[in-house]
């Protein structure tokens, strides 16, 4: 049986299945038992943080229970391995992961997942199926094409879980493109963003939201923050490809609110009962890192998003947090670097630099929330200012405020000589190629790199947005809606599609739409170091 086989098989193995190995743990065998009586996974399987030699699993369970995996190189599982897993309860709205560590490099993995009923511990849940692809070793002489896809951006502006359209579909074509892997560039919910029953679209037709209780509001309780997580997963598209494809998951703002920084505040938004702010980013961050198909961090710093994901001998993956050390938002002008200019601040910057300095790789990717030269508006302050929400600051002169910290990470990157370096984000809800040109900048002191922008995967569609021209970037390519926050039934929904080729090492950029089709390639040539 091979892979889709595998996973396209209409009936999904029985609990029994699993039962003769998991039984050799208990004191009494195991039984299985009327459906009804069994644990339930209805929010699916994850996997996540694929290395060569392991992957985070994930699921959510609807009771108190334990979590089982068994996993195998063969779709037919012989000779598995059984891991047990850790305990699902309320203190984490019943989710939990199992790191699978000693993995066979460049392997296919098929995996399993039950869950075992801790009020009856003979009673098992039916298994749930999964597959997912790893990394060859870094040091492998021998190198593996790499294909992966990436977009931001989910159930933003209203638009949620739309069945009349087939849900959010734009996930199973990413699915269909057979990526190692996926990663969600940010925006994973939209917990400011309510959703209705029914929208109005300007043709006089009415978009229709599947509803729960949780996303009818903004999010401000535990239980709002991941009943947003739980809404995604209802759609069958993003639960067929969680369980296909893994992920890598950053964050970016409206995880817990829409811009949010120390200058957030939210005593005007009526809206919201709770106003205090660090409490509303606790509440966010505990829901993503239950939800989040992620590798957890040591105990020093156990919610940190950023980290290294080596690929193999072809790519690096430098996934960064922009949100969690950012100064407040504001003008943006700061003459020099300080904590109210920080962006990913100091500590990420040199992790960041340290790591691109030691990579072997071909190609190294900086996974970015938010881009570097666009224009993204945070209102205006007290003083009829204008606050900027990323880097670009509208002064095309020489870098201010954030911009000197991204201006000397791309120094850095050019005096110690690291080739190869390109930049993938999303958040700005359209698709875009911007070749950065050190001859046309206003700062020069950095080697040329691209930026490649797609999404949003099922949101509203803005832009164009305007461009600072500090870095020198330029537009090569770009597609946005005419009108402003158009619905996903548009067709102006998007993902991008990086293959690099393990012979010639070329990295092929490819900005795709709702449908899959290609709109714009670029195939960039490795440089030597």
């Given amino acids: 049986m091979d892979r889709r086989s595998f996973l396209n098989a209409t009936t999904l193995l029985s609990g029994a299945a699993i039962v003769p190995s998991i039984a050799l743990a208990q004191t009494a065998p195991a039984v299985i038992t009327r459906d009804a009586m069994r644990p339930k996974m ?5 996997s996540g943080d694929p290395t060569s030699d392991g992957a985070v699993i994930w699921t959510r369970s609807d009771r108190p229970s ?8 063969k779709s037919t599982f012989a000779n598995a391995t059984r891991v047990r897993g850790p305990y699902l309860m309320e203190d984490s709205d019943f989710t939990g992961r199992i790191d699978l560590a000693n993995l066979p490099a460049g392997q296919e993995i098929f995996y399993r997942v039950v869950l075992q009923d801790l009020h009856n511990e003979r009673v098992l849940s039916e298994a749930m199926l999964g597959h997912l692809r ?8 021998v190198a593996r094409d790499v294909r992966f896809a990436w977009s931001g951006d989910t159930a933003g502006q209203g638009w949620g879980i739309n069945e009349s359209l087939g849900g959010m579909t734009i996930y199973d074509e990413i699915r269909k493109v057979n990526p190692d892997f996926f990663l969600h560039s940010g925006d994973t ?5 309510p959703i209705t029953a029914e929208v109005k679209l300007p043709n006089g037709s009415m978009w229709h939201n599947v509803v729960t209780e949780e996303v009818s509001k903004v999010a401000e309780t535990m239980n709002e923050y991941r009943g947003r997580y739980r809404y995604n997963l209802m759609d069958a598209n993003i639960r067929r490809m969680s369980a296909d494809v893994p992920q890598i998951w950053q964050w970016d703002d409206h995880e817990v609110a829409n811009n949010w920084s120390d ?36 105990d020093v710093e156990s919610e940190r998003v ?6 193999g001998p072809l790519l690096d993956m430098f996934v960064v947090d922009m949100r969690s050390y950012r100064g407040a938002n504001g003008p943006n002008l700061q003459t020099a670097e300080n904590e109210d200019s920080a962006f990913m601040g100091r500590p990420q910057i040199a992790w960041l630099l340290d790591g691109l300095k030691r990579s072997k790789s071909v190609w190294k990717v900086i996974a970015a929330d938010m881009p570097i030269s666009l224009h993204v508006a945070d209102g205006k302050d007290a003083e009829g200012r204008d606050k900027w929400e990323a880097i670009a600051n509208g002064d095309d002169g020489v870098p201010l405020g954030r911009e000197i910290e991204i201006s000397r990470l791309l120094s850095e990157i050019k005096r110690a000589g690291i080739k190869n370096v390109v930049w993938l984000t999303a958040d700005v809800h359209y698709t875009a190629a911007h070749y950065f040109d050190p001859a046309k900048a206003k700062f020069s002191d950095f080697s040329p790199f691209w930026e490649f922008v797609s999404g949003p995967l099922n949101s509203g569609s ?22 402003q926050n158009t619905s996903p039934a548009s067709g102006m929904q998007f993902f991008g599609q990086v293959d690099i080729d393990a012979k010639t090492k070329a990295m092929t950029v490819t900005l795709k739409d709702l449908k899959g089709a290609s709109l714009y390639a670029k195939t960039l040539a490795p440089q030597r170091a």
């Fill in 462 to 483: 803005f832009g164009p947005n305007k461009t600072d021209a500090t870095f020198g970037m330029q537009v090569m390519y770009q597609k946005a809606p005419v009108e």
């Fill in 42 to 46: 209805a929010h699916g399987i994850q």
């Fill in 134 to 141: 790893l990394p060859v070793l870094s040091t492998s002489k």
């Fill in 263 to 298: 200058s957030k505040d939210f005593g005007p938004d009526e809206r919201y009962t709770e106003k205090n702010v660090p409490l509303l980013v606790a509440r966010a961050t505990k829901s993503f890192m239950e939800y989040a198909p992620m590798r957890r961090h040591a």
């Fill in 189 to 193: 919910i939209y917990a400011d963003g």
């Fill in 66 to 73: 334990r979590l089982w995996v068994e996993w195998s190189t």
């Fill in 306 to 311: 950023y980290r290294h994901l080596p690929q």
